[in-house]
């Protein structure tokens, strides 16, 4: 698995590597993460622009998105990583009732 980083000048260092652990330790012991793409998902217009951080995920049969908004880019990571985690849990746990239901 990869993690790309796209136009998100202020996620400093220490940001982009608790994201990448967090993403590493949910890949952990699986093979369905294949490659993840973290981007700046442009910029609120008008008087309260917020940030915004979209994370696209290749995952074996399935494309997993997540977005997240904030005032900042590292909150706006914040977000949608919890998010894109909640995404993968979910499509983890569809497969596991699929499979039970098929050997059942």
């Known amino acids: 698995m990869e993690i790309h980083w796209f136009d998100l000048p202020t996620?400093?260092?220490?940001?982009?590597?608790?994201?990448?652990?967090?993403?590493?330790?949910?890949?952990?012991?699986?093979s369905d993460l294949i490659d993840v793409r973290i981007a700046n998902?442009?910029?609120?217009?008008?008087?309260?622009?917020?940030r915004g951080v979209r994370i696209t995920c290749q995952a074996r049969g399935a494309e997993l998105v997540a977005t997240g908004?904030?005032?900042?880019?590292?909150?706006?990571?914040?977000?949608?990583l919890d998010r894109w985690v909640h995404e993968v849990r979910k499509l983890r746990d569809k497969r596991r009732t699929r499979r039970l239901a098929r050997d059942a």
């Open 11 to 30: 996620i400093d260092d220490e940001a982009r590597e608790k994201a990448a652990h967090k993403i590493e330790q949910l890949a952990e012991r699986h």
């Open 41 to 50: 998902h442009g910029s609120g217009h008008g008087r309260h622009p917020e």
């Open 69 to 80: 908004s904030g005032e900042t880019e590292r909150e706006a990571l914040d977000r949608a």
